[in-house]
């Protein structure tokens, strides 16, 4: 146990943080410094429905409390981050892009009433800002875009130092701007979306169209070696691994993957002059290979020579951004407004 | 002389707006309730320099103050919208998009000199958006986007009822968000932009390759008999017209208009959830021809149920909104944050 947590008998400094992801679900203690004291993994796909949910997230509460040998009281609160359409002033899920079964479920109510302590829930891109806006790259700036790529790509805008969520907390989807009016459809009903050229599967689908048109012998691929010689093991970070070998097929892929998103910057830039950019998640890990490409575009499309400086910096906190970001949360939740 | 005009000795009630456009300059009077008193129109293509600008505006003010029976002390400030990149917080105009000759011009501080009454200057999208939530479709709504169509697409994003400028005030060009990357060129350096589709001459470049495309005898056009059959008279009023009266070509041309405005709004939608849009300029003078279209893409492009139903609405301070928001501007500038 470290320094932090010997002072949580007399204050609340310790926050609890649920990152809610297609893969896996990820609790987590949190000191208030931002410092993730030990967390929990579980896979999504074996959550039956929102109740069994609220069952292993009660369990794994107690769990986390009892190995770090903390009383509830010294727990301040619980934030939730989930990848769809939350009701952030209601405390309810709406319904979660890539996790079926999950429709209007009144999350903060449930696990307040499950758990005893209080609890807030955001839309996980949005927790992911705050975690950085705290403890992370967006520290020192009141205005900034965060973007989190991974199966999907989410998006936070933070305003004079609080989340802009919009009239009804639907902002931020940038992974749904259109870069193609008449590109291929998206999901969402409309073409050409962001999401659909650097999304997981969209990226993972282009590696793959280059490995079909490659001529000469494919076996001698480093990209298809990292896999074991099959396509359907390649991963984004496989893909990443590939393009530091010096693989041209998967420098090629992040060239491209870059300039789409640099494109979507530099409409961001000329639409709200953010201080900085945040990217996350994982597909971010796949670093320079990525964020130079980006930055190339973003700054020659960018209209304003002022604009085109805007730093593209990635998430200070990685992997565990979701959790701090989500205990981060419900921290600021309980003591400013967010 | 109104009843509202004879309260002015008492109290500074009437105040200058100054819309500089790229065809014409026009400067008035108007009351804190927003009426528009009188008004001068100078050509914009006959003032050959900044500093020419001034001493016009400068006999201007007194002429405009003398016929109306006015004293400098009842004028509360002068307000200015300039077509470009303003740099509010010093008062400078950087560089305007249409009007060659400026750039780095202190006008704040010059016009303060020359008439020695308080001056603010903001681009002439921010100052429409400032009328119009003051005295026009903006009245009860705390977030919304304004745009302003005409030579150029000029936006404007309202935030909690102030206006939302970004780090270096380059916030609200949404005449850049790109619709298409492999597009065609925009002067701006990147491709495929919206003003691109549907500024001024775009939309007529549009209604010019479909009259030669027409099969049959183009004379019985009616959009080229209502030119005068010269080509190069069409203007977007022409083409408005002549929609009004059936003609499929315009018709054509205002869907298509429509269409690109409307996929540009469905992205403000996913980024921004506005409560809702205020469109207004020259071209959005076109009403329903226009204005349904539009609404048909945003609200099949929108992700969200609700995001769908966003208000797109046309302005109400019309031709003038460009006068009256500059001089509610200065209104607002002097009584409260702007």
């Keep these: 146990m470290n320094h932090e947590l010997r002072t949580l008998n007399h204050e609340p400094s310790v926050y609890i943080g649920i990152d809610i992801g297609a893969t896996e679900v990820k609790t ?43 009383s509830k009281q010294s727990v301040g609160g619980i934030g939730i981050g989930a ?33 005893g302590l209080k609890s807030f829930v955001d839309n996980d891109a949005n927790v992911m800002a705050v975690g950085e806006l705290i403890h992370g790259a967006g520290r020192g700036h009141e205005n900034f875009v965060c973007l989190t790529l991974g199966t999907g790509v989410g998006g936070a805008i933070v305003v004079d130092g609080k989340l ?29 979306c962001l999401e659909r050229y650097v999304g997981n599967r969209f990226i993972i689908a ?10 000469g012998p494919v076996h001698e691929n480093i990209l298809l070696s990292l896999a074991d010689n099959r396509p359907d093991k390649i991963t984004p970070k496989i893909l990443a691994e590939a393009a530091a070998r010096g693989d041209a097929l998967s420098l090629d892929v992040w060239r491209e ?3 789409y998103l640099g494109v ?14 945040i990217i996350g998640g994982g597909v971010a890990r796949a670093g320079s290979v990525l964020f130079d490409p980006m930055r190339d575009t973003a700054a ?34 309980l003591e400013k407004a967010c």
Tied chains: 1, 2.
């Excluded at 939350?86 to 307040?112: A, M």
């Excluded at 802009?164 to 998206?186: F, S, V, W």
């Excluded at 979507?264 to 950019?277: D, G």
């Design 264 to 277: 979507a910057l530099s409409v961001l830039v000329n639409l709200l002059n953010p201080e900085c950019f």
């Design 83 to 115: 990848p769809g359409w939350v009701d952030y002033p209601h405390g309810i899920v709406r319904e979660l892009t890539n996790i079926p079964g999950w429709r209007d479920v009144p999350i903060v109510i449930q696990l307040q009433t499950a758990t």
């Design 300 to 333: 020659r499309l960018a209209m304003n020579q002022l604009g085109k400086t805007t730093p593209i910096m990635e998430a200070e906190l990685k992997e565990d951004a979701g959790l701090i970001g989500a205990a981060t949360f419900a921290l600021t939740c």
């Design 257 to 259: 993957t870059g300039h």
């Design 164 to 192: 802009y969520r919009g009239a009804n907390g639907l902002a931020g989807e940038i992974g749904h701007m259109i870069l193609d009016l008449n590109g291929p459809e998206c999901a969402c009903g409309a073409r050409g």
């Design 206 to 215: 282009n590696a793959l169209r280059k490995l079909e048109a490659l001529a």
């Design 28 to 70: 987590g203690l949190v000191t208030r410094q931002g410092t993730l004291v030990s967390k929990e993994r579980h896979e999504t796909a074996k959550i039956a429905s929102p109740a069994h949910f609220l069952d292993i997230l009660n369990e794994t509460v107690h769990r986390l409390l009892q190995s770090n040998a903390l």
